[in-house]
């Protein structure tokens, strides 16, 4: 403002409108912001550091070589298919494809990593033979329908896949677990978050990785790992007699009063023996004790919630996210279809006859099965490509490792002859 008598600027006037409480509190406020900002973004410079690098983030989130240690057991075992630059059992891939190179992504679960020396992926790559098609190995163990969602839409598609088949056990995808519509400010890489919109990966990967579901199950960084606990539980099998093994089983069970006894007489049956020669020499040597809490309930006639829930309710906790998954692959140009997993139950005969001492096999996990065919139903109305593996899997003694429960190298091997075939008779048209 001018000083009425001389004509000039007073600085004092001036002044006094930057002392206004309104404009300093809004300088201030400002500031701060600013403040806070430019420190994430040299906070997640300098994590840098210690984050591997994308896609790593999105997929195990640790360095490849832990994966060893966790859900790479079967190569403690025996020699396989180690783990490339991304952490996945698969071999070394560019972030990009080649040109005039079709990249298809195998999406699922444990199912496409843990149990074989050479995962699905390699076989259908290796019986394809084509220079022009690459079959990629985007299976990460213990992850779900909100996991595959993320992961197809942050990772794979970004990665140049054009084709997708998602991988759906039966045994355990269909637990709900609903895709968020909110953004939180962190939250497990690939999922969305503020801090990913950001560009501040590496500062949500220090923030959230340890809630990483796969990390938590096998705990890779640990000593007394998942695959260690699971083997030190076979080899002291291995010293027990059965009448040891027996009083083991009750006591991991954690029963009491009747349920304990009646537990007691279904494991003093004589064919318990059979079951009992295979815990202490399973299959590859791959011993896992995951589903004796499920098979002691149903045994006891307890029921839980994948047996108790209806079908319809188990559809349409995850049918949702089927279809987003759909949607985001039709946005970008990318052909999705899905390869329904069996349980061993209910195809594997031998499977089956390992833990018939609980009842009736084929009953164990009836809801999931009559859920499947409505899940078919669904699918199918709404266009999506489905492919029922259970008809190439019936009666085919072995698919499935009696203890361990994934494909055995005869299951995948059935299970790559029918995906090879698929793919063949779609570039033939």
Partial sequence: MKDPQTGTENPGVRGNRFE??????????????????ASLYLANLIAVGWTP??????????????????????????????????????RPRELQPAPQVRRIAFVGDSFLEESVPVPVSL???EKLGRKDLEVVNFGVSATGTSDYFYRIKNVVIPLGAREIFLFFYVGNDFAPDKLSTRLAIFSTYPKDSIASRMGLLALNHLVTNRHRNVLRVWQPESVDNLHAREQAMMQRFQTLDDDGVRMALLDLSHFEGAQKERLRQILARPESSALFAALRHPDSGLFRSYMFESLFHWAVGEGYREE?????????????????????????????????????????????????LFGDPYRFGH???????????????????????????????????????????????????????????KIAQ
């Avoid at 999105?58 to 832990?66: C, I, Q, S």
């Avoid at 075992?77 to 180690?82: C, D, H, R």
């Fill in 367 to 425: 809801n999931r099965r009559l859920a499947t065919q409505q899940f078919k139903d669904l699918l199918q109305r709404d266009g999506i490509v489905v492919h029922d593996l259970t008809s190439a899997l019936q009666g085919v003694r072995g698919a499935y490792l009696n203890v361990d429960g994934h494909w055995s190298r005869q299951g995948v091997d059935s299970v790559a002859a029918v995906l090879t075939r698929i793919i063949q008779s």
């Fill in 53 to 90: 690098p994308w896609p790593v983030i999105g997929l195990h989130g640790v360095a490849p070589n832990m994966g060893r240690q966790g859900w790479g057991r079967i190569l403690t075992l025996e020699a396989g298919q180690e783990f490339n630059s991304w952490g996945q059992r698969d």
């Fill in 123 to 125: 076989v259908v790559e």
């Fill in 308 to 356: 108790d829930t209806p079908p319809e309710e188990l559809v349409m906790g995850i049918y949702p996210r089927v279809l987003a998954m759909k949607q985001v692959c039709d946005a970008a140009g990318v052909a999705f279809s899905l390869v329904v997993v069996p349980m061993g139950f209910h195809v594997d005969p031998r499977y089956a006859e390992t833990w018939s």
């Fill in 20 to 37: 206004r409480p309104v404009v300093r509190y809004s300088v201030t406020f400002l500031l701060g912001w600013v403040a806070i900002i």
